[in-house]
Nanobody, 119 residues
């Protein structure tokens, strides 16, 4: 299974970006999907997560600014990031819990995409 990310880039404070992630390979079902981020020298932190049923969780600092959503038919994940702040400048990673058959589930990561918020 591969997770392909896109949509990072550079934006001014207050601007918006949309991150996308597409899962491909031998997939029986994709369960939880999430976006994490990691700054240099810091631990990776959960930014937002969405269950297959659409239940969401957001890191408190992004609540009301970021929106996570998914398309179960296409095995894709997106996150719309609005009102971006300089402190949102980090590498963002797509994460997915994927069942490769009825019995086994594995966790997969994307390669990461850089988001830079600068005047």
């Amino acid at each position: 299974v591969q997770l392909a990310e896109s949509g990072g880039g550079m934006v001014r404070p207050g601007g918006s970006l949309r991150l996308s992630c597409a899962a491909s390979g031998i997939i029986y079902r994709v369960n939880n999907m999430a976006w994490y981020r990691q700054a240099p020298g810091k631990e990776r932190e959960l930014v937002a997560r969405i269950s297959r049923d659409g239940e969401t969780y957001y890191l408190s600092s992004v609540k009301g600014r970021f929106t996570i959503y998914r398309d179960n038919a296409k095995n894709t994940l997106q996150m719309l990031m609005s009102s971006l702040r300089p402190e949102d400048t980090v590498v963002y990673f797509c994460n997915a819990e994927v069942q490769v058959n009825q019995k086994y589930e594995f966790e997969y990561w994307g390669q990461g995409t850089q988001v830079t918020v600068t005047p």
